[in-house]
């Protein structure tokens, strides 16, 4: 059985982290079997660096190790970063659905760096500090000090309720350009592969993640997330849907 780290939230899901929801989604949809290994914030790079694992993100002195991460008995292989981990998975299982064929590894580079540019930039100051009550104690002085070193401020000052207005129409600006993207290339649907929503994609997986992740700090019930469901024709709130049958975090 695969070893899945995923980091901890206080929230009734346990499992909310964007980034790990993409590989969490991914072992749902292709079906292996897992368990969950929870991980603090403080204890991940020590878990990568005792697999001997390379920085995940190594242009990033400040978080160069991250989760997802997985341990495969089979090979007695550790992997992280979400798109390695897809790759790996789509190669070593081939009887699963594929979300990253070899031709397309390229163009998921450039989506990760593009998606990072608009969306993640536009995200991270409205949500990390309504992150930051959502998770453990064990996690959140190291989270609070981090992220105040990345913004060079006060949690509190990064994006004070009184900016909220702005950020939000920055973040749907921002998931505009990406709707655009997908315009040109499926007819208008939700998937990054060939037009149809039977082939989602690690591009699709990790839209999805970052959106459950805003989903579950705002809240599903509130005004903020409705707005969410509401932009750009409903693509979003219909990109969880397609997704609801791999929405499981019971493991
Ligand atoms: N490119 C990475 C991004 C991973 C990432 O940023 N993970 C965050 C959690 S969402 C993390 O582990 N951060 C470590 C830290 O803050 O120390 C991937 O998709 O695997």
Redesign the pocket.
Known sequence: MIIFYD?PSNLPVKAW????W?TRYLLNLKGLPYRTEWVE?PD??GLLKSFALPP??PDDPL?P????AIYDPKTKRAV????VIAAYLDDEYPETPAVIPKETRAFHAAF?YAFRATVQSAIAPLFLPRQLPCLTPASQP??RC?REQMFGAKMEDICPPSKWAMQWAEIERAFGVVAGWLDGASDGRVTFLGGATSALSHADL?IAGWLLWMQFVVGKESEEWKAVERWHGGRWRNLLDVLEPYFDHSR
């Open positions: 980091i982290s964007p980034s790990t993409k914030y991940i790079a995940t993100e978080l190790y991250t989760l997802p992280a970063e979400s798109a990760q190291y989270f981090t990790s």
